[in-house]
């Protein structure tokens, strides 16, 4: 299996709401991260998780709460959420120290109302 | 930080001449340079990467190559085809050996004219 999955594929919340976003790869890659991607821009990195250790979080509003369980599993639970959060959520996946390359899942559109 | 500077955002070609999308970084650290391929409403996918010890790779139609002293590298597509309209992001990484993550440029739509 050489694929990052990402559920669900579209999320339309309001402000109230909590939601979580799930990510999934069984590539044996330890490393994982969450970006960001609005419309036109490119992607902008929010979490990293390495061994099921979060590395790196930059500077993400607290609102956004990630999770990962275990080495196949990356969750991005939402609370409190503003329109301006509206994005397509990415997550990837990598090896840690056989390479670099970071492939992507397919994302999830939020939409904040 | 890192911060990668991507040109044109815009670039128009003819079906089957060459394109060449350019990206500098300012962070002499960083020692892995990959281009991604984001087609509309999917996700960003790699088609070719490189890293500090190498200053030219090539894989088909794809190659792309890298200026350390400079500090910038490209991608070069030739004998475009229709299938290659895309917006294209360079992006940059420091990987000490353990997980680190990409800081991208901004995008270059491109657009094959058949």
């Known amino acids: 299996d050489t694929e990052v999955t990402q559920t669900p594929k579209h999320l339309v919340m309001g402000m109230t709401n909590k939601k979580s976003l799930k990510c999934e790869q069984h590539?044996?890659?330890?490393?994982m991260y969450w970006y960001k991607q609005k419309a036109k821009k490119p992607p902008e990195l929010m979490f990293v998780?390495?061994?099921?250790?979060?590395?790196i979080n930059e500077s993400v509003p607290s609102r956004f709460s990630p999770e990962c369980p275990n080495s196949s599993l990356l969750n991005l639970h939402l609370h409190a959420l503003q329109p301006e959060d509206s994005a397509l959520y990415l997550c990837?996946?990598?090896?840690?120290?056989?390479?670099?390359?970071?492939?992507f899942g397919p994302g999830t559109r939020l939409t904040v109302t | 930080g890192e911060n990668v500077e991507q040109h044109p955002s815009t670039l128009s070609v003819q079906e089957g001449d060459s394109a060449v999308i350019k990206c500098t970084y300012s962070?002499?650290?960083?020692?892995?340079f990959p281009w991604y391929k984001q087609e509309l409403g999917k996700r960003p996918q790699l088609i070719i990467d490189?890293?500090?010890?190498?200053g030219e790779k090539k894989d088909q139609r794809i190659a792309v190559t890298l200026n350390k002293t400079a500090k910038h590298f490209s991608l070069h597509i030739t004998e475009t085809q229709p299938e290659d309209s895309a917006v294209y992001f360079c992006?940059?990484?420091?990987?000490?050996?353990?997980?680190?993550?990409?800081?991208f440029g901004k995008g270059t739509h491109l657009i094959i004219q058949p």
């Open positions: 990837a996946s990598s090896q840690i120290l056989a390479g670099y390359e970071q492939y």
């Open positions: 590539m044996g890659h330890r490393a």
């Open positions: 998780y390495s061994y099921e250790k979060l590395s």
């Open positions: 962070d002499s650290a960083s020692n892995y």
């Open positions: 490189i890293r500090s010890n190498v």
């Open positions: 992006a940059a990484m420091y990987s000490g050996g353990g997980a680190d993550g990409l800081t």
